[in-house]
């Protein structure tokens, strides 16, 4: 069964840093596209970052470029994203989404779309006070 475990989330004041952990189970994602969204009180899933598991190549939005930093550590099949000068607005709940593809999806105009992904986890609670 494949599982995907999000941890690392918590309170912390604008400026400060957060590690995401996405621990994936069952399952080893050579070949996917592996996104974090985030989906804030009242307002739609939003894709954040992502990276291509078969190359290292990665994709942000504008808003996360420069402060965030997505990146895998295939030994421990996780995927991780590094927060750092978080700002009020990146307060929500952080997933970790998988998709199989034989080519890197973030050159394509679907990557930031919920609905292509295809493994899910729980999610964990970022909050930001400013």
């Known amino acids: 069964q494949v599982q995907l475990v999000e941890s690392g989330g918590g309170s912390v004041q604008a400026g400060g840093s957060l590690r995401l952990s996405c621990a994936a189970s069952?399952?080893?994602?050579?070949?996917?596209?592996m996104t974090w969204f985030r989906q804030a009180l009242g307002k739609e899933r939003e894709a954040v970052a992502g990276i291509y598991t078969a190359s290292g190549r990665t994709k942000y939005i504008d808003s996360v470029q420069g402060r965030f930093i997505i990146y895998q550590d295939n030994f421990k099949n996780t995927l991780y994203l590094q927060m750092n000068n978080l700002r009020f607005e990146d307060t929500a709940m952080y997933y970790c989404a998988a998709v199989a593809s034989p080519y890197d999806c973030y050159r394509t105009s679907w990557w930031p779309i919920a609905a292509q992904y295809e493994d899910w986890g729980q999610g964990t609670q970022v909050t930001v006070s400013s």
């Open positions: 069952g399952y080893t994602y050579r070949q996917h596209c």
